[in-house]
C-alpha cells in the first residue's frame, strides 16, 4: 500500500511518496531523482534517536556521501541561530547547487532545512523526509519554508519547493500519540473545507488511521492532494489557498495566548478548537446548520482532541486578549476580519468582511 502524488507547478513538479519502508529507501529514491547529488541531512535530536541510523545506511548503500547536523527538538530551533549552523555546516562541507539538504523530521526541520537549502549558493536542491503527521500532510507540501523572529513566528524564509518528498508512513508509528492527534487536526481540515465525503470516511476509519492500518496512507494521501491542489492553483496565498486556515486565525491567537507553551497547546489541538470555534461561529450568523457544528466536534473530541477554549490547561484565557492576537494575524481590513467560514461540512468559505465585536461577542460566550 503505497502511493504517489505528483505535485504540479507551473515550470516544474516533484513526486510526494507515500506508504511504509520509505526511510530505509532513502537512499535509492534520493539518488533516482539527484544522481550524483551529496547530501547534508538535518534532523532533529529525537528523530536521530530513533530513525537516523535507518536513513544514514540507506544513503550510504546507495554510494551517497553525507554530512549530518542534529539540532534541538522542538520550535526554538526555528531562529537565527539554527539557520547559521546548518548554513555553516553545508558550505563547509562543500555541497554544492547541485547537492541536496535532506529535511529528516518534522515541520521545524523542514522549515528551518528548506529555508537552508533556498539560500545557499541562491538555492540547493532540496528533499522533505517528514515524520510527523502535520509535517507529512501539510508542512512538507506547499513549499513554505522559514524560521521565527523575536516579533513573531514564521516571519523570514522563502517559497521554496522540493525534489522529492518521501511520507514514511511506517515512521509515525514512534510518534507520540499527543503530536499524533495535532497533526490528525489538519486532516480533518481537508474534509472540512471542500470533500465532505472524505470527512465522512474519517469518521468511518479514523480508528485504522491512528493504528497504522491502510487507512493512513490513504488519510495522508488524500490530505496532501488536497493541499497540493491549492497550492497548485495559488502557490503564493493570493486567494484560494487561504481556505487552508481553516480553524487557524482562532487557533494562531489560542496559541499566541498561551504564549505557545508547547505544555498547554500544540498547534494542531489549537486548529481543532479553531475549527470547533468557526464552524460554531458560522452556526452563530445563521450561515451553518447547528447539526454539522455538533457533528465537527463529536469527532475531534472522539480522537482525543480539544474543541473548547476551557480544554486548555493551565488557566482562562481572556477574550480581549484572544482579540489582540486576531487583530495582529494579517487578517485585517479597514477594521473588519478575514475568517474561513462555513455552510457546513465540507462546505468552507473565506469572509473577508467579519465584525470584530461579533468575534468578541462569540469569544465571550465561548470562555
Ligand atoms: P516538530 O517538528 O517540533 O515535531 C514534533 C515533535 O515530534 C518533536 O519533539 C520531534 O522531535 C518529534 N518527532 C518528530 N518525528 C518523530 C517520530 N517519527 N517519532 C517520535 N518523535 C518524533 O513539530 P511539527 O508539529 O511536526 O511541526 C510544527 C512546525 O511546522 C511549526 O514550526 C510550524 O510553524 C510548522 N509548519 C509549517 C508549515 C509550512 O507550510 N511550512 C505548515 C504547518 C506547520
Ligand atoms: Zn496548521
Known amino acids: 500500500t503505497s502511493q504517489t502524488i505528483r505535485v504540479e507547478l507551473g515550470t516544474r513538479s516533484y513526486d510526494i511518496l507515500i506508504g511504509e519502508g520509505l526511510l530505509a529507501q ?12 551529496r547530501v547534508a541531512l538535518v534532523t532533529d535530536e529525537n528523530v536521530a534517536r530513533i530513525h537516523l541510523e535507518t536513513v544514514s545506511a540507506s544513503l550510504e548503500r546507495a554510494g551517497i ?7 534541538p527538538a522542538g520550535e526554538a530551533s526555528k531562529k537565527f541561530d539554527r539557520l547559521q549552523e546548518v548554513v555553516e555546516t553545508v558550505v563547509g562541507a562543500r555541497l554544492e547547487r547541485g547537492d541536496a539538504v535532506v529535511a529528516l523530521g ?43 523572529s523575536r516579533h513573531g513566528k ?10 522529492l518528498v518521501l511520507a514514511a508512513t ?23 473545507i471542500g470533500d465532505a465525503a472524505f470527512f465522512a470516511w474519517l469518521e468511518a476509519n479514523w480508528q485504522d488511521v491512528f493504528s497504522g492500518g491502510p487507512a493512513r496512507t490513504e488519510a495522508i494521501a488524500r490530505s496532501c492532494q ?7 492553483a495559488d502557490e503564493r496565498e493570493t486567494g484560494e489557498r487561504a481556505l487552508l486556515n481553516l480553524g487557524h486565525t482562532f487557533g494562531h491567537a489560542l496559541e499566541a495566548a498561551c504564549g505557545y507553551d508547547a505544555d ?44 473548547r477554549i476551557s480544554d486548555i490547561p493551565g488557566g482562562p484565557l481572556s477574550a480581549d486578549e484572544l482579540m489582540t492576537h486576531i487583530g495582529q494575524d494579517k487578517k485585517v481590513k479597514r477594521g473588519r476580519l478575514t475568517f474561513i467560514l462555513t455552510h457546513g461540512i465540507g462546505r468552507s468559505f473565506i469572509a ?11 469569544l465571550q460566550r465561548e470562555l
Open 26 to 37: 532513502a537512499g535509492e529514491r534520493i539518488a533516482a531523482v539527484l544522481p550524483g547529488a
Open 65 to 71: 556521501g553525507v554530512t549530518t547536523v542534529v539540532v
Open 106 to 148: 518534522g515541520g521545524v526541520i523542514g522549515d528551518l532545512a528548506g529555508f537552508a537549502a533556498a539560500i545557499v549558493r541562491r538555492g540547493m536542491r532540496f528533499v522533505q523526509i517528514p515524520t510527523t503527521l502535520l509535517a507529512q500532510v501539510d508542512s512538507s507540501v506547499g513549499g513554505k519554508t522559514g524560521i521565527n
Open 154 to 163: 514564521n516571519l523570514v524564509g522563502a517559497f521554496y519547493q522540493p525534489q
Open 170 to 192: 511506517d515512521a509515525l508509528d514512534t510518534l507520540p500519540r499527543r503530536e499524533f492527534a495535532a497533526g490528525y487536526a489538519e486532516v480533518a481540515k481537508y474534509g472540512l
Open 226 to 232: 488536497a493541499k497540493a491542489d491549492t497550492v497548485a
Open 264 to 307: 498547554r497547546l500544540v498547534h494542531g489541538e489549537g486548529v481543532a478548537i479553531g475549527t470547533a470555534l468557526a464552524h460554531r461561529f458560522s452556526v452563530e450568523l445563521g450561515l451553518c446548520p447547528a447539526e454539522d457544528a455538533e457533528r465537527v466536534e463529536r469527532h475531534l473530541q472522539a480522537v482525543g482532541l480539544p474543541t
Open 352 to 362: 473577508d468582511d467579519v465584525s470584530p465585536e461579533r468575534v468578541r461577542d462569540f
